[in-house]
């Protein structure tokens, strides 16, 4: 499974989170920092539910972007 990552900038680096995994949060300094932080954080969020016997939650966020025609 994948889940999508949403990455925005801050005063100090970077924030993540994940839209479906509600409150799977991370920071970091760098992109790469924030990139390794949230993988840590999805897998600690997975394994927290794995322990409480609650299902994986199953991906449906998606991504694209739009360019703005003018």
């Known amino acids: 499974m994948r889940y999508a990552i ?16 509600p409150g ?4 970091g300094r ?3 920092d924030v990139l ?5 954080a ?7 539910l ?3 016997g609650s299902p994986r939650p ?3 966020s998606t991504c694209e972007y739009v ?3 003018r």
């Not at 799977?24 to 920071?27: I, K, L, P, W």
């Not at 999805?42 to 927290?48: K, M, S, T, Y």
């Open 42 to 48: 999805v897998e600690f969020h997975l394994d927290g």
């Open 24 to 27: 799977c949060v991370a920071t």
């Open 6 to 21: 949403v990455i925005e900038t801050s005063a100090t680096g970077f924030a993540a989170y994940v839209p479906d995994l």
């Open 30 to 32: 760098t992109r790469d």
């Open 50 to 52: 794995r322990e409480d």
């Open 67 to 69: 360019e703005p025609q």
């Open 58 to 60: 199953v991906p449906t």
């Open 36 to 40: 390794v932080n949230i993988r840590a």
